[in-house]
């Protein structure tokens, strides 16, 4: 062969690789533009945002799949929730419920308890006050009259029984209901309702139920004009509580806006001494009698129940704790979670043993659980994590279970409802998404599905982590949102 022809196959091999280079497609930039553009906007790096996305009906397709740092496991907020509730829903069941039971912890003759009366709880998410007098008048009504052996609140279905006791507060407002650590009994949510209503001079205030003994003092709010009825936060201060053998008083502090009426749910009063006021003051006005010291501990062995009160079912509850984003009853769900494990008892605390049954069902459904920390199962953490591609997969697998539409109606409906009504109205997502919000200072997130414009059912977890993230997140998540349910 000549050297001209050898140049010639050469420039030939030459062009025909160039031409097979051009041909082969580049791959596309995994971020769409509207979500560059509003990470621009916001100054937020592209590596503070991780995600994926796939149509449920082509999910095994990688060319149909939407991601970006899909396995990097981040601080989830209350997306973290989605998890808990597909564990919850699969594990205990829609209908599963809870209860309080009220025992004799003794004998009892001719109307008579010759020993402890006894409040047990067993993770009911929904006793109030209501349910608490119905629970002591169906005892009363059953002939008891006088108790002799004091009230004994048994908290001890989950382990330990108060959490909350030595535990660091997670922020600087420990008293408002976002912080409400659960515990298996719940009563009143922990919570007490402050109805306070102020003139152009002076703030009055008092507590809703006014149990007997819990004082509130408002004589040292400074009524400020200048501030507006719905800032009324801004001006709050920590309140100061001080307890002696006759009442609890509680001293507000801060301003407060002139003629402003405002009702707030606190827990500013130990739960063990709300209880007790309230049982002593609903067994007085029923006619009883009960005499004795107030104690948490277990129930007596071969204490007899005298009334019982159930729960909603799981399903709907827990669809009111997903829209609203309650962190004390998915906390309560998670721990139920692990009370209910084959060995839970060997676990050292019933919060170990819901962790592992969450790993449990991911491996069970071939799910990788190496990004996933948990805590308390609501996203109030600043140490649980998990990627967006476990969230997914843990989402797509809950939706070809039976409890899919339990799961589906409880997340919050883009632009319509929940913790969503105001975002994404005026977009594509608008009525189209079912999706979980989260926010802390430093994550946000949204997980959940999406129909698009042919209608098509995406999966979504999506997550921006960055010092700035509550600031600034939003928007960028919401983008990816409108463009997923935009798509052809």
């Not at 409890?403 to 929940?418: H, N, Q, S």
Request: hydrophobic letters at 45%.
């Amino acid at each position: 062969m000549s050297k001209r022809t050898l140049i010639s196959a050469s420039m030939a091999l030459t062009a025909l690789l160039l031409a097979g280079c051009a041909s082969v497609p580049q791959p596309a930039d995994p971020i769409p533009a509207p979500v560059r553009e509003a990470m621009k906007a916001q100054g937020l790096p592209a590596e503070s945002l991780a995600f994926v996305a796939f149509p449920l009906e082509d999910a095994q397709n990688a060319s149909a799949r939407r991601a970006w740092q899909p396995d990097l496991s981040v601080r989830p907020a209350s997306t973290m929730k989605v998890l808990t509730g597909i564990v919850a829903l699969d594990r205990l069941g829609p209908n599963w419920r809870g209860r309080v039971e009220l025992l004799a912890g003794g004998a009892v003759k001719d109307g008579v308890l010759d020993g402890p009366l006894v409040l047990s709880g067993m993770a009911h998410a929904a006793f109030d006050w209501g349910a608490l007098s119905t629970l002591l008048r169906e005892a009363r009504d059953g002939g008891l009259r006088e108790v002799r052996g004091g009230l004994v609140i048994d908290r001890t279905h989950f382990r330990p029984a108060r959490e909350d006791v030595g535990l660091p507060p997670f922020d600087e407002a420990p008293e408002f209901p976002y912080n409400v650590i659960p515990d298996a009994l719940l009563l009143g949510g922990n919570l007490l309702q402050l109805q306070m209503q102020s003139d152009a001079q002076q703030l009055q205030a008092r507590w809703n139920p006014a149990w007997q003994g819990l004082v509130v003092d408002a004589s040292k709010v400074q009524i400020d004009p200048a501030l507006r009825c719905a800032q009324w936060e801004e001006g709050w201060k920590p309140a100061t509580v001080a307890a002696d053998a006759g009442a609890v008083t509680v001293r507000l502090n801060g301003r407060f806006p002139a003629n402003c009426r405002h009702v707030q749910a606190l827990q500013l009063i130990d739960r063990s001494v709300l209880a007790a006021q309230a049982v002593r003051q609903i067994w007085t006005e029923l006619g009883g009698c009960l005499d004795g010291e107030v104690r948490e501990a277990a129930a007596p062995e071969g204490s007899r129940v005298l009334a019982s009160h159930q729960a909603p079912p799981l399903a709907e509850w827990l669809r009111g704790a997903m829209k609203r984003s309650d962190n004390a009853l998915t906390r309560l769900a998670f721990l139920q979670v692990g009370s209910v494990h084959a060995q839970a008892a060997q676990f050292p605390s019933t919060r170990a043993a819901a962790d592992a049954q969450v790993r449990d069902w991911l491996r069970t459904h071939g799910i990788a659980d190496a990004s996933l920390v948990t805590d308390n199962g609501s996203g109030l953490s600043r140490s649980e994590r998990l990627s967006p591609a476990l969230l997914a997969a843990a989402i797509q697998v809950a939706l070809t279970k039976p409890y899919a539409p339990e799961l589906v109606a409880g997340l919050p409906l883009a632009g319509v409802d929940g913790t969503l009504s105001r975002r994404l109205r005026g977009t594509a997502a608008e009525a189209n998404g079912r999706l979980k919000t989260g926010t802390l200072r430093d994550a946000v997130g949204l997980a959940g599905t999406l129909k698009d414009a042919r209608g098509r059912l995406w999966v979504v977890a999506a997550h921006v982590n960055h010092d700035q993230a509550a600031r600034k997140g939003r928007p960028v998540l919401d983008a990816l949102m409108a463009h997923l349910a935009a798509s052809q």
